[in-house]
């Protein structure tokens, strides 16, 4: 991840992942899917690069399983902090050209250290040993003010979407994050990922 100063490099992330980002002008009311508890699909959108091999190499982190022995959305979340926090605790950050020399790699972090996609694919594993289903888990793209192109990892339940974030062990709502979702994975076929566009520096105008 590489931190970002300004709006320009904000848009130079955005163009990166092949988005467009449309700032709201000033004064404009929010309404819609900004305001629904759970993210939605704007369109149909291109896999996060280093995404490609990840189903082949980890199957479950690309399965709809409907099926899980955790079913309550209360026992979903209190599983979900416990493992947000202690992978944050266990795993250091670090990128990926600097452990392994190439600019994208999603792996599993088994050597104690990892980026946020490295971060996120772990915790997915735990939750779904844990037994959550996996069609309740979504891994994100993100633009978060200061970092550009994060990856978390999404819980839905409910009453909406939480959001497990390398950055902070707090699981918030998707809204209180206060990033702009750009792409997730699809919510009936984990191998594909659609655009979102939802946040503060996003429309879908």
Known sequence: MKT?????????AAFAAGLLLV????????????QA???????????PFGFKNVC???????????????TGDAEIMAVARKINSRVNRKIRQ????AQFGVRERWTLPDSGKGDCEDIVLMKLKRLIEAGVAPNRLFMAQV????????????VRTKKGDYVLDSLTSRVKTWKQTGYTFLKMQNSRNARKWDVVLLGPMASRK
């Open 4 to 12: 970002i100063t300004n709006t320009r490099s904000m848009f130079a």
């Open 37 to 47: 508890p759970h993210l939605s699909r704007f369109q149909a959108g291109k896999a």
């Open 23 to 34: 700032l709201p002008a000033a004064g404009t009311a929010v309404a819609g899917p900004l």
């Open 94 to 97: 670090v990128s990926d050209q």
């Open 56 to 70: 082949g190499q980890y199957p479950w982190a690309c399965s709809n399983r409907s099926s899980g022995k955790i």
């Open 143 to 154: 633009l978060p003010r200061r970092v550009e192109q994060h990856v978390v990892l999404v």
